[in-house]
């Protein structure tokens, strides 16, 4: 059977999409509205999808062509085909579509893998989009949740215990655009120290792939607290931050008013 491969972006990508084997969502929304005989197709077109699409979009459109006319046009066996969106609570995001990773899986000793998963409602794309490819701000905060998520999913005690997570290390370097097609993200733990539960380190290299080509790299060096240990010490620190503001301030003010009184 003659077919045709087509991916599926958001409509924020949409100049990815001119004049290639790209569609945007709503234009795949109005392919399935159409009566059969007005979309002249040979074969059937395999449906591959891209970056920026929502869980409920992605629902949506499966719904949607079960009902179609044209159902029997559209292939949909890929449509899952990045996994699943990783749990808010391992991205430490309130919002689903701020989440831009799919779970991790372990592929070996202190190595996993998982998927960008770009929801083009995300507040990283509200107000910053040019051209065709991925925002490099994106990819670092795919980077951030991706060392949160691997860290909870499977070093952290599975309890009731908070913990508080404290970069102190991340540097990033861009190799070429990433675009919004299918991405892996690779995380490799370099060092670790985790004999206390209370108090654990990191160091790890995430890479961002895309067609077997290294898209941006990032080094991470983090800390992981019991949210006991370090709410206190944050306290503290916050109210030395704000008690130098106000002597700044105050300070300017006396050095203000003296100079008028010289005036």
């Not at 949607?64 to 046009?73: G, K, N, T």
């Not at 372990?106 to 989009?129: K, T």
């Not at 995430?206 to 080094?219: D, G, L, R, S």
């Amino acid at each position: 059977m003659c077919e045709r491969i087509v991916v599926v972006v958001g409509d924020k990508f949409a100049d990815f999409a001119v004049g290639k084997d790209v569609i945007t969502l709503s234009q795949l929304k109005g392919m399935l509205c159409l009566p059969s005989r007005l979309l002249a197709v040979q074969g059937q077109i395999v449906i591959v999808p891209g970056q920026g699409l929502g869980d409920k979009d992605i629902e949506a459109v499966e719904k949607q062509a079960s009902l179609s006319e044209c159902r029997a046009m559209f292939d949909f066996s890929l449509w899952y085909r990045s996994g699943r969106r990783a749990s808010q609570k391992y991205s430490h995001k309130h919002l689903p579509q701020n989440t831009l990773i799919s779970e991790p899986v372990q592929c070996g000793d202190d190595c996993y893998e998982l998927s960008l998963l770009i929801d083009e409602n995300c507040e990283l794309m509200s107000d910053h989009q040019t051209g065709q490819h991925v925002q490099g701000m994106i990819l670092f905060e795919a980077a951030r949740q991706t060392f949160l998520a691997v860290t909870e999913t499977f070093y952290l005690p599975q309890n009731e215990t908070g913990y508080y997570f404290v970069i102190n290390q991340m540097s990033a370097n861009y190799n070429r655009f990433a675009f919004p097609i299918e991405a892996r993200i690779t995380y490799r733990i370099c060092t670790k120290d985790i004999a206390k539960a209370n108090r654990m380190s990191f160091s790890a290299d995430i890479t961002v792939e895309q067609c077997n080509q290294v898209a941006a790299t990032f080094h991470t060096d983090f800390t992981v607290f019991e949210n006991s240990r370090i709410s206190s010490m944050e306290g503290k620190l916050a109210s030395q931050s704000l008690s130098g503001f106000i002597s700044e301030i105050a300070k300017e003010r006396q050095q203000r008013v003296e100079f008028l009184t010289a005036a």
